[in-house]
């Protein structure tokens, strides 16, 4: 199995920043791109950004220029980090981790909120 954990979400203001972390563990040998999704209510969850196992990156144009995705393995552990720049009231959502294994299962994590307010 494969556990996925969020972390670094919280409340700050248009322009801001934050950095979301996300720890995989257990089985991670089965894991190669790893991304990360939102959802704000009433909308659909959406992909911000994803990263395959070779470093090649792919990001939602909404977010494009602002984002960065990167990871690395350390600890028997994948991390996962979002850093999120100029941050935008729109941005406001669930954010989730997602691993993906060779043949497309996906494993999820419990999420965390990001909330852009003034």
């Known amino acids: 199995q494969v556990q996925l954990v969020e972390s670094g979400g919280g409340l700050v203001q248009p322009g801001g920043s934050l950095r979301l972390s996300c720890a995989a563990s257990g089985s991670i040998f089965r894991l190669g791109t790893m991304g990360w999704y939102r959802q704000a209510p009433g909308k659909q969850r959406e992909l911000v950004a994803n990263i395959a196992s070779g470093g090649i990156t792919n990001y939602a144009d909404s977010v494009k220029g602002r984002f960065t995705i990167s990871r690395a393995y350390a600890e028997a552990k994948i991390m996962v980090w979002l850093q999120m720049n100029s941050l935008k009231p729109e941005d406001t959502a669930l954010y989730y981790c997602?691993?993906?294994?060779?043949?497309?299962?996906?494993?999820w994590g419990q999420g965390t909120q990001v909330t852009v307010s003034s």
């Open positions: 997602n691993g993906l294994t060779a043949v497309g299962k996906g494993y």
